[in-house]
């Protein structure tokens, strides 16, 4: 039965080319001082930045820089942001980049006016903003996270080793995203495909909870199945528009809050992921698709329903005189060749984990009660042995 729920996206999108244009709109509505955050430098390198800038500078706007934004964003970059908005009194902050820089960007808006340590109020006690909020704004440059429409932004905190994903309320969301999908035209081909598992990771940490008949599961199994139809064009031909920008817009739908209402979810794919981001600093989508098989593979028997209409519906195997469990265990293999034809990395070792640091993996490792199987110490030393 669909659950109760509130629903509102307060994002605005400005989609396809040259939609960065959407910015004479939204750049009026704020004060003249911008803080303009971005990564380790390939919108330089692209031209993106000297568009945006230009942009700017036409509007008005005093620019403050706050560069070097790293994947897998660092609480300490954070503290570091904070000074840097307050020292320009930033009215805006606009993230010109991928998730990280998004992500980077909520944190710092929430952060800048916070009395307490923002990592200890938010990342560890879990607890919302009572402060002045700065307004975000957003230009995607990588597809996968859905950061560019929700309130989503994962931090990690090396010391500690943990990585921690903080999901804030809809006024921590950007205010507006421009897409443009030729903006991420200049990916290399691994952030590109592990953006394209990030994105299916999403749709499955949905999919793969409840038993009831729910709309949502729907829109999830079109979801995926445009994703990887267009994953597919997307890696032989990169610059291949129709593609990359079905695969822009599925990423924001899998993950802007939409596919998650009225139903339960999972996201513990992601809790293993993130324990291994925060032991090695490995690309996120890559951590995800190094424990997802093994995951599945345990938690099939718990779920098994779920995995055969997953099979059926996403896969199109073929379920005529085969067992329930046959037919589910089709839909993984034929998950397992289509991660391998996109060129994903399909274990831990690959992504510099090795056995000696299991113990710590399973500390770092959060445990979720929205799947099919809530997950002993055990469980997940064994699903990361597997991942081996
Ligand atoms: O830093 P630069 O030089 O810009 O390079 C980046 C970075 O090295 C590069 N890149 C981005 N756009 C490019 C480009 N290179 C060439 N051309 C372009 N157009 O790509 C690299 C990766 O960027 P990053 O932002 O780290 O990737 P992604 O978008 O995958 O973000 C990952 C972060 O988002 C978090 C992850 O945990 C991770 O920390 N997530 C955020 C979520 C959310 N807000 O809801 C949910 C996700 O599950 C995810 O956890
Ligand atoms: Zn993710």
Redesign the pocket.
Known sequence: MLGNFSYCNPTKLYFGKDAIQGLNEELPKYGKNVLLV??????KK?G?YDRVVEILKANGKIIAEDAG?????TIEKVYEGCERAKKCNADLILAV???????YAKAVSVSVYCKEDPWEKYYIRFEEPDNKIIPVGCVL??V????EM?G???I?NFSQKL?I?KVFGEEVFPKFSVLDPE??F???KY?MV??FF?IM??LLEQYFSGTDDNTSDYIIEGLLRSLIHSAQIAVNNPLDYEARSNIMWTATWA?NTLVAKGKDTDWEV?MLG?AV?AHTDA???MTLAAVSLPYYRFILPYGLSKFKRYALNVWDVDGTGKTDEEIAEEGLKAMKAWMRKIGLVMNLRDLGVKEEMIDGLVKSTLVMTGGYKVLTAEDIRNIFKASL
Do not use: R
């Open positions: 971005y990564g380790g430098g390939s919108i692209n993106i934004v790293m994947p897998n964003p980049g991928g998730g990280s820089v998004c992500d440059t990588m996968g996270t859905g950061s929700n989503g932004s994962v990690t990585k994903g903006y991420t200049t990916l290399p952030q592990s953006g990030d990771s999403h993950l992601h993130q981001s690309t996120h989508g």
